[in-house]
């Protein structure tokens, strides 16, 4: 097996876990043969999940659902049958407050960050799309937009913006002209010039379509304020003016739309059936007042009750819950996973053999050098599904992960766990 290269676990900002010095050399050995303290027993899953009941209705769904997945077949293409990796926000969300200057290298959310992805082997960038109070569909992550005026930091909803204000900050399209400085709020309190070594301007949902390079596909997050309630029509509003954007400028792009909010997952689900829909969920890794988002088997519920084709899960969930991918498997859901434990090649590596169908990536250079060199792509002469088919079955691509592998696992990795 080729070395493993690519970020080690120390290299990864953020990262709130602490991993052995001996994973990287027990990633490229076979089982058995590293020999490892004996640590104590981790349970491998606290899932209870009705396999029976689960199975009925995911063949009941399959079969409802028919015409809807041959139309998406059709439509889609691009990651294919291999294990695909996703940049987040682009080539990586911006860390201001990190020493790591390659989360500081392009603005996140942006053209440039979205074409300097596809210079490497990613098959989506991953972004976050809203409103503005207008109507227009812009990308750009935060709830709130911060900037400084008259020596005093001002913050706006960005989704009470008109979209000509929203443009305003940062850096300016047309040359010579000066846009308001760009902020943001660290998770400490502290405000951070928001300072990388290659900016580039805000933009909308339809200039990503126009000058983001067609053979990218797009993760369009559909963002939303957990902090908030909101109805139905309004959600509908909302979806209905990002739909409006995407059918009219998607054309063959791979499309996957995302989201933390179950009403508006679910409501794009039933708005249409082109595009597959996918849960995001921390998998219990941090506990919501809604309990749809609370663990990896209500995940699995709402997606087989409401017909979403997959998941996207933090990746320490899956990790404390290996148990729960075979279950996903078996409800025909496909399973993506985003997190600071995804740069790390050796948790990717994990991951690809435990079934996971793709990572969300941050160090996409490092990552997909790594899984180029770790996972074999499958050749084909014939057309080839992406991740919009509901579940990848090629065992070549997604072997199965057996008992004592996943024991292993669990004994070689537990800080990452916990």
């Known amino acids: ?113 979205f074409n300097e992805a596809a210079r490497f082997a990613v098959d989506y960038v991953e972004f976050d799309v809203q409103v503005t109070k207008d109507g227009c569909p812009v990308i750009f992550h935060d709830d709130i937009i911060l900037t400084e005026e008259h020596g005093k930091i001002s913050d706006k909803r960005v989704t009470d913006l008109q979209l000509e204000d929203f443009l305003q900050y940062g850096p300016q399209n047309k040359q010579g002209k000066n846009g308001k400085p760009l902020l943001r709020k660290m998770k400490d309190g502290r405000v951070l010039n928001w300072n990388v070594q290659s900016d580039d301007p805000l933009c909308t949902l339809q200039e990503a379509f126009e000058k983001v390079t067609p053979r990218l596909g797009f993760n369009v997050e559909l963002k939303f304020d957990d902090h908030l309630a909101y109805e139905e029509e309004e959600l509908t509003h909302i979806l209905q ?63 087989l009750s409401t017909g979403m084709q997959g998941i996207v899960s933090e990746a320490r969930a899956v990790f404390r819950f290996p148990t729960a991918i075979p279950m996903i498997k078996e409800a025909d859901l496909s399973l993506l996973t985003y997190g600071t434990l995804n740069n790390v090649p050796e948790a990717v590596y994990m991951q690809h053999l435990m079934g996971v169908n793709g990572v969300i990536v941050d160090l996409v250079p490092e990552i997909t050098g790594a899984v180029s060199d770790l996972i074999a792509s499958p050749e084909t002469d014939t057309e080839i599904n992406d991740l919009s088919s509901q579940v990848v079955k090629d065992a070549a691509s997604t072997p199965n992960f057996t008992q004592r592998e996943i024991s292993f696992l669990l004994r070689l990795m537990p800080e990452l766990v916990q």
């Open 1 to 113: 097996m080729a070395l493993l290269k690519a970020a080690r676990v120390a290299d990864v900002p953020t990262l709130d876990v602490v991993v052995p010095d001996h994973l990287a050399a027990a990633a490229r050995v076979r089982l058995g043969t590293c020999r490892l303290a004996r640590r104590p027993r981790v349970p491998t899953s606290r899932l209870v999940i009705d396999r029976p009941a689960i199975t009925c209705v995911a063949r009941a769904r399959a079969t409802a659902d028919a015409e809807s997945a041959a139309t998406t077949k059709r439509q889609q293409r691009g990651a294919g049958r291999r294990f695909a990796v996703i940049g987040h926000r682009g080539k990586g969300m911006n860390a201001l407050a990190s020493p790591d200057r390659r989360l500081q290298e392009v603005k996140e959310n942006s053209v440039r960050s």
């Open 241 to 303: 003016a990002i739909l409006k954007v995407v059918f009219e400028c998607a054309k063959d792009r791979p499309i996957i739309f995302s989201s933390f909010q179950p009403d508006a997952a679910q409501l794009m689900r039933k708005l249409q059936s082109t595009y597959p829909v996918y849960f995001l969920t921390n998998g219990g890794t941090e506990i919501y007042a809604d309990v749809r988002r609370n663990s990896l088997e209500e995940a699995v519920k709402l997606c």
